[in-house]
């Protein structure tokens, strides 16, 4: 046979599928998931055993670890000294255990993630509550089984006389499970579970009335019932945990906050570092110091505050951006019947009732045994006093002890554990006080007999006892509920004020597209002139807003897109300086081009709209309210139709009246109340019937009958009229004419278009570009006075084949 033949062929997917389905198997049920019956998992149980077998109780004294870790790892665990260790570790610190299963002694770390010392300079001994996990093992009330080398036995699960699933809480990564059950309160725990052995039909609401919630051994404030009873009912929920702090006076009217407890699981010293990195980088304004104030006394976190910060927006925005408030997710999965689980907390408690009865069962079968036992024993020697003579004649005939013992078991009827108990007992035995105490004994024994009897035979009784010893456990370890319960979740709202400092700035944005915030100061010191502001060659500004930082400016651009940008969030430079470019700030895309930037600080303000202007005409009013976001990407703030785009964007109270304008120089007015307020994707309703070929170039706000309203062609000719030429019309109409354009040959041209419109009330700057960057100057009352069928006077010089491409008013007018 060649060598080939002695292997059989195999697939890698059935190869890899087995193995690594044994190896889930075994880390789901021998190492990360613990089991319902005694909420421990393999690594702690065999920790436990392995100290209680080698006499580490809490009567002795302390014993070195490194010892418990070796017989551990030599006895049951082989699987490296460092995962024993760290098991044992976590059993010793009351900051994850709500009570500890392990009395430590030296430095088991601390809450500040502080590692504990080496196993070899540390000791420890069983903690006194972990004596009940263990109590009565030795009466077989649980099953063994071999260990990993058939040298020795190990318990399956451990007697647990109180529910440790939920008392101590776990956390655990397996293979495809995971689980995350909190520590709760030890008496509200057995509490629970004596009303359902009481009433086994309670539900979960019955329950939380015993149970009301995870009692976290670092305190804290837990918040979300509803969470809890999603767990209770499911095994799957979320909570929040927030610390217990207090605002506390100072002196010279400073405040300070002071932490007393924090979310379970939270690291001390990384919380503290958080805090004051935020102090450092300034993400909050007011925190003068942070100092990490812990002691014996417990823990304390001290942020002292500047004069007059904002005690509760500061905690707010600790609480928001920090762990001293974190989410607390259940998960709440355990081995049942050798299988994972995940289970709600009646599942749970129905669970370990049903291991009690067992183990108070197998104990009063093994006290039963015992006692049926010693109560044969002493029928026999209260027999045999009763007949002494005869049975010392019968062994002093005797050849030997087993003749002896034959003699008596033939001669009197006595059975051979009895006549061995009466050849092995002392003379001393015979007096007449020690027969009395036999008898006294015996009737003892009998009456235990007859306890233990009832018990076996009647569940009322056996649960009884069940529901006795456990209320003895919770009367000598019960300890107060350290967490508070509230009902409804705290919605934490940071104020701006909190982390930007108010501050007037100016906002320039430029026809590029540079943006930047400059102080006062810096606009000052440069000379407090708007035209000197740093700009790229053959750019200009379009935009200047006196603004605060705690405010926000809307960003429209012609494709119908607007963007949120919080003031503080714009870079800083001087006022001689460029800027950045807005494509740093904001997303906008490379063909969009900004209409308007409307400054915001409150989106709530009644009757405030939004009204759009589009180039074909379509006119969109919508609340402000509707344009509040959290987003920082673009989002729909106009529908715009195929070939049109946004021409104009104003913040309106609805008041006024709206006067367009068209190339063709056409106009309309009418009142913008026509306009139904809609949402802010809709599309808009018709302004004006436009001619063939005709837009809209110009939008603004008038009232009354004041003021003029002035016209630019693109040649440059501009005249001014009268807005009461101007009537009021119905929305959607042809318009009137609004300027004459002049044609012929011998004719020179005023233009065959319009390019701009501005509403006049009070003289200002307004600036022409031409096509080639020249710019020109010039006030409106330069403008003729004029009907609205003028021609016009030229104003703006241009040359023979050019046009005037832009025209806006002066930013600082």
């Not at 014993?63 to 418990?68: M, V």
């Not at 904002?310 to 001293?324: F, N, P």
């Not at 307004?766 to 080639?772: E, L, V």
């Amino acid at each position: 046979m060649s060598s080939l033949e002695q292997f059989l062929p195999a697939f890698l997917e059935e190869v890899v599928g087995d193995r690594f389905g044994r190896y889930s198997k075994y880390i789901i049920q021998d190492r990360a998931i613990p089991d319902v019956r005694d909420g421990l998992k393999p690594v702690q149980r065999r920790i436990l055993y392995a100290m209680y077998d080698a006499g580490n109780t809490p009567d002795k004294t302390y014993r070195k670890s490194a010892k418990t870790v070796g017989d551990v790892m030599g006895n049951y665990h082989p699987h490296g000294d460092s995962s024993i260790y760290e098991g044992m570790v976590r059993m010793t610190q009351p900051w994850k255990m709500g009570h500890m299963l392990v009395d430590g002694h030296g430095n088991w770390g601390s809450i500040d993630d502080d590692p504990a010392a080496a196993m070899r300079y540390t000791e420890a001994r069983l903690s006194q509550i972990a004596m009940e996990l263990l109590r009565d093992i030795e009466k077989r009330t649980v099953a063994f089984k071999d260990n990993f080398d058939n040298t020795t036995k190990e318990p399956v699960v451990l007697p647990a006389r109180y529910p440790n699933l939920l008392v101590n809480g776990v956390s655990g990564i397996s293979s495809g499970f995971a689980t995350e059950i909190p520590p709760h309160n030890l008496r509200e725990v057995i509490d629970a579970c004596v009303a359902l052995m009481d009433s086994p039909d309670l539900d979960v609401e019955d329950l939380m009335k015993y149970m009301k919630g995870p009692d976290f051994p670092t305190g804290g404030i837990i918040m979300g019932e509803e969470g809890i009873r999603d767990a209770y009912r499911t095994g799957k929920g979320r909570i929040y945990l927030r610390s217990k702090t207090a605002i506390e006076d100072l002196k010279a009217g400073r405040q300070q906050i002071v932490v007393t407890e924090i979310p379970y699981q939270v690291v001390k010293s990384r919380l503290v570092t958080a805090i004051e990195n935020i102090r450092l980088e300034k993400k909050v304004e007011g925190i003068a110091e942070v100092r990490d104030e812990s002691g014996r006394l417990g823990l304390r976190i001290v942020v002292e505050l500047k004069k007059e910060a904002d005690a509760q927006g500061i905690l707010a925005y600790l609480l928001k951006k920090t762990d001293l408030q974190v989410t607390y997710n259940f998960n709440m999965v355990a081995i049942v019947n050798k299988t994972p689980k995940q289970l709600g907390v009646k599942d749970m408690l129905s669970a370990y009732i049903e291991h009690q009865k067992e183990v108070v069962t197998f104990r009063s079968q093994y006290d039963l045994e015992r006692a049926e036992d010693r109560a044969h024993v002493l029928e026999g020697l209260v027999k045999a006093l009763n007949i002494l003579d005869e049975v010392i004649a019968t062994i002093k005939a005797s050849k030997n002890r087993l003749d002896a013992q034959k003699n008596l078991v033939t001669s009197f009827g006595f059975t051979e554990r009895q006549a061995d108990a009466i050849l092995v007992l002392q003379l001393y035995r015979l007096t007449n006080l020690e027969i009395t105490t036999l008898d006294k004994e015996l009737k003892d024994v009998m009456k235990t007999v007859a306890y233990l009897r009832g018990i076996l035979g009647s569940a009322k009784k056996l649960m009884g006892v069940i529901k006795e010893e456990m209320n003895e456990i919770r009367s000598k370890f019960g300890i107060d509920r350290r967490c508070e319960i509230q009902n409804e979740v705290e919605e934490i709202k940071v104020n701006l004020e909190v982390m930007v400092t108010p501050e007037d700035v100016l906002v320039t944005l430029s026809n590029d597209g540079y943006i930047k915030r400059t102080s006062m100061l810096s606009f000052t010191r440069s000379g407090g002139d708007i035209n000197t502001t740093g700009l790229k060659e053959g750019d200009y500004l379009r935009h200047v807003k006196e603004i605060n930082t705690i405010e926000s400016m809307l960003i429209f651009t012609n494709k119908g897109q607007y963007f949120l940008l919080p003031v503080h969030q714009i870079p800083e430079y001087k006022w001689k300086e460029n800027g950045t470019a807005i494509v740093n700030v904001i997303p906008i895309a490379k063909e969009d081009r900004i209409v308007n930037v409307i400054p915001v600080k409150h989106f709530d303000e009644p009757g405030k709209s939004l009204v759009f202007v589009t180039r074909k005409g379509q006119i969109k009013r919508t609340d402000l309210k509707e344009y509040s976001t959290n987003r920082s990407g673009g989002l729909v703030a106009a529908k715009v139709g195929a070939g049109d785009e946004i021409l104009h964007v104003q913040l309106s109270d609805g008041t006024k009246d709206i006067l367009l304008v068209t190339k063709q120089g056409m106009s309309i007015r009418f009142r913008e109340e026509e306009i139904n307020s809609m949402g802010r994707a809709a599309a808009g309703v018709r302004g004006l019937q436009l001619r063939d070929g005709d837009e809209v170039i110009g939008a603004d706000w008038v009232y009354g009958d004041e003021g003029e309203v002035l016209v630019i062609s693109d040649l440059g000719y501009a005249k001014r009229t009268l807005l009461v030429d101007y009537p009021q019309q119905g929305r959607g109409g042809k318009g009137i004419v609004t300027f004459e354009f002049k044609e012929g040959r011998r004719v020179r041209s005023n233009g065959s278009e319009l390019v701009g419109m501005f509403f006049v009330k009070q003289d200002y700057e307004i600036i022409a570009y031409d096509s080639r960057g020249e710019k020109t100057v010039f006030m409106t009352n330069q403008a003729p006075l004029d009907d609205r069928k003028s021609v016009g006077k030229q104003l703006v010089p241009v040359s023979k084949g050019d046009t005037i491409p832009v025209i806006l008013r002066s930013p600082q007018s």
